[in-house]
């Protein structure tokens, strides 16, 4: 039997690392072969305090580094699951853990949720110190082409790859009757910008000048007091205030229940890897516009959804009017959209790819 720490930071607050590492920690498919322990690393309890620094959370980090120690040394695991950022201050922080773990010789399986290695590792120095980091571990990565990508100049050495794309549970909610002349758009992420929040605002304003027969569903929070003003603004002067329905944060039954009754779902990210947003709307059958971000083009298929570069609003607009105008080829990518999930991106489908993880271990 496998001894294994979980180092992971686990819900509060809900995103998709916290969401990951939860059904890996819980799964009992996953782990029916080890023996675990859990050391919990949440510095934050909300998504607003994520990338705040302050005395509180200096101390905590002190203090894990020592938790971290003492439990290597009771525990005497031969893995520690580790789900750090792959970049900034994030990453640099990280770094006293990983030198615990490389000292103790306790193999690190890195599960990597993020993206930005090959942008931002520039200098000999740093790349030096990611292939010290990343060598003899395990690293799990959202796709091949993404690990290809990121890693492309790091070469890490004695290490082991495999590329696990993510899966969301299954949830069965009965959809209301639509309106079959009434396009339901939906946004459904954090509320900034740099989730294309605003990008998507813009593209709505030309949009309604076109259609009437539309309306975008909002689902998430703002991430600061600035973004909330800087939409209520836009919404006003721009008289959006009858095509947009603002949900707010929307958690299990109540937010799959609003997903199941939209039509198109808009990702206009300019950061991401592998959302598990885009997997929820394609469990409700929703045909899917995207960003090229990370995974995403790995993701979505023309069959039931469509791509475009990152930030390029009229490409973003041309989309979007398509589908709204094209009733028949809406619905056959709804349909489409709605087996690949359950033939790729279930929550047992996940399962099983990361049993093949351990089980290789």
């Excluded at 590492?21 to 859990?38: A, H, M, R, T």
């Excluded at 946004?187 to 027969?213: D, I, M, P, T, W």
Aim: with cysteine; charged share 25%.
């Amino acid at each position: 039997m496998k001894k294994i720490i979980y180092f992971i930071q686990l819900p509060p607050p809900i995103y998709g690392v916290t969401l990951v590492n939860n059904q890996v920690f819980k799964s009992e498919i996953i782990n029916k072969s080890v023996k675990k322990e859990l050391i919990k690393v949440n510095f934050s309890k909300t998504l607003t305090d994520l990338k705040k620094i302050n005395l509180k959370k200096i101390v905590l980090l002190i203090l894990l580094w020592f938790k971290l120690l003492y439990k290597l040394i009771i525990f005497r695991p031969k893995y520690v699951y580790y789900t750090p950022p792959p970049t900034g201050i994030g990453f640099y922080k990280e770094l006293p853990n990983i030198f615990i773990l490389k000292l103790l010789k306790v193999k690190p399986i890195f599960h990597l949720h993020g993206k930005g290695i090959a942008e931002k590792v520039t200098t000999n120095f740093q790349k030096r110190l990611y292939r010290y980091c990343f060598s003899n571990a395990v690293i799990i990565h959202l796709s091949k082409g993404l690990y290809e990508y990121e890693f492309r100049n790091i070469a890490p050495r004695n290490t082991n790859f495999f590329a696990v794309a993510n899966g969301v549970e299954t949830v069965n909610v009965a959809p209301a009757k639509k309106n079959s002349t009434f396009v339901e758009l939906l946004f459904l992420s954090n509320l900034q910008e740099s989730k294309g929040f605003f990008l998507l605002l813009e593209v709505l304003a030309k949009v309604v000048l076109r259609f009437s027969n539309i309306r975008l569903n909002i689902i998430g929070g703002f991430r600061d007091e600035n973004s909330k003003v800087k939409f209520e603004n836009f919404v006003r002067s721009s008289k959006l205030d009858n095509f947009i329905k603002f949900w707010g944060p929307k958690y299990d039954l109540d937010k799959h229940q609003i997903i199941s009754n939209c039509d198109i779902l808009i990702h206009p990210s300019f950061n991401d890897a592998f959302p598990l947003v885009i997997l929820e709307a394609m469990q409700h059958g929703l045909a899917i516009i995207a960003s090229d971000q990370g995974a995403i083009p790995e993701i979505i298929k023309p069959e039931f959804g469509y791509v475009f570069p990152t930030g390029e609003k009229e490409k973003l607009l041309y989309y979007v009017e398509k589908l709204i105008s094209d009733k028949e080829k809406r619905k056959e990518m709804q349909v489409n959209s709605k087996n690949e999930f359950f033939k790729n991106y279930t929550l047992e489908h996940f399962e099983t790819r990361m049993v093949n993880v351990f089980n290789h271990l």
